[in-house]
């Protein structure tokens, strides 16, 4: 927890109210989102026992599983929801537009829109997770076929689940998570985790004081749990007598599970639009034009008859993964404080950042020492704030990312600190820098370690060149082990079945 963090919630605390940790938006929240809400049956591998879906407050639909121990029962649940989700995929597939590439010699296609996935908590993630696994590689012919539908939406789900682990990215969102890094409670991060809890201290019923709210929200009596993990009390006195036949009642079952599902319902929606009103960062279009790229290549993934994800990655396509992850998690927290001065804060805090006033500029000061000269002016900065960088240090501004302001000298003076500064980039191509592109004297400027700076990816052999470190080239797939693709033998597999 940061130190602006801490202040936070002690400050939530003892007034009672949320405090906010962010004064933009930083995600994008979509006009026409799925909302996801899973239950799982406790004791049982990923098996799904209900899920309450939909893209409008009022108009829910309600999935249950008859028998969850029943694969039968699991499927055809599996092949509901396909058909929920599937079409609304596939509903932004209709129109793209040309995005130009190679500095305009070529272009290529994506689509405009991209749909986007909301679920209670990290939780209901990984139940996607782990059912998208559980239902991408199933047949559709033979003994144990399912429908056609029942492998693309776990191809989906899986594809919906590895994005949610990227930073910054807005195709599957929990609401916790969304909620947590624009607001800080007066409780802990693992209260926050409860759904109804934080957003009693968002949005408290009338006549209740937030310590109130959030602890009525803590008893599952009160209030049902988010999912996918139900109440233990609600196990055993209500769902095992209800599943205890092998043809329960469905529609006493689906009344019981609508009533536990629906609370979470209200309170997703209410998330939405606490989200909504906060203006947008500006990075964030940004972002989720990279999430319609990822959507518009699994689309042609799919229509070119590409396979499945493989169940795990070979040490190669684990490595790089794990890198692109890396700089995507530097990405954007960079992204989030050149974006928001509340998040940025926490950088100044930490002397990874300081504001200051230009008391000097000299924008016409040309380097004439190589081969050419080039322009390279000079500004020094005046700040009260501490100053915790070195002479060759290279700053960003903000409002100039692509210019650099590397450090000359840092002189302390009085009771704060003069800064000279060359600048480089972000000027035109000339000897004469284009208007505006050089601070001039007395602009407030505030200026930074952080940078969006491209970085490469690093360098990864060939898969067929994997060091024995990493357990050495995949061996050549034997004919024999495409049984292990059966689907008699993959019910021996828990996460499987």
Known sequence: MSTLTA?????????????????????????????LIPYAMAGEANAPLAA?????????E????????????RFAFAARLADVLVPYVDSFAAVAEPVPVDRGRDVRYRFTDAPQLWVPNPGGVDFLRLFGRSTRFRGVEGEYAVPASVPLLGRWLTFFAASAEVPGSSLLLNAVQALSSHWATGQSSAED??????????????????????????????????????DPAFDNHVLAPLLSSAQPDVAELSAVLRAQLRPTWTLMWRALDLLRPLPSGSRVPGRWDA??????????????????QPRRDGAVAAAARLARLENAAARY??????????????????????????????????????KRPVLRPRIMVATPEPVRVAPGAALTSPARPAQKATVIAVTPVGSGTEVLLEL?????????????????VGERLLLTTLSEAYRPGGAFPDPDQTPWTHGGPPAPRDPDDEELDAPALREQDPLLS
């Open 193 to 230: 985790a409860q759904l109804a809890a934080l957003m009693a201290w968002l949005c408290p019923p009338p006549g209740r004081t937030v310590f109130e709210a959030a602890a009525a929200a803590e008893d599952p009596a009160v209030t049902p749990p988010p999912g996918p993990a139900t």
């Open 333 to 370: 927290a960079v992204q989030r404080a050149f974006d928001d001065p509340l998040v940025m804060a926490e950088h100044r805090l930490t002397g990874a950042a300081f504001a200051g006033e230009v008391t000097l500029a000299k924008a016409d000061r040309v380097d004439d020492s190589g």
């Open 52 to 60: 309450l879906v939909g893209t409008a407050e009022d108009e829910p």
């Open 291 to 308: 999430d319609r790229d990822s959507y518009s290549a699994f689309v042609q993934h799919l229509a070119d008859g590409g396979p499945p």
């Open 7 to 35: 202040l936070a919630r002690a400050q939530a605390f003892a007034t009672g109210r949320a405090q906010p940790l962010a004064t933009v938006r930083h995600l994008h929240l979509h006009e026409r989102p799925l909302v």
């Open 424 to 440: 480089s980039g972000g000027m035109g191509r000339k000897l004469v820098a284009e208007p505006g592109s050089v601070p001039e």
């Open 62 to 73: 309600l999935l249950v599983v008859a028998q969850p121990r029943n694969r039968d029962d």
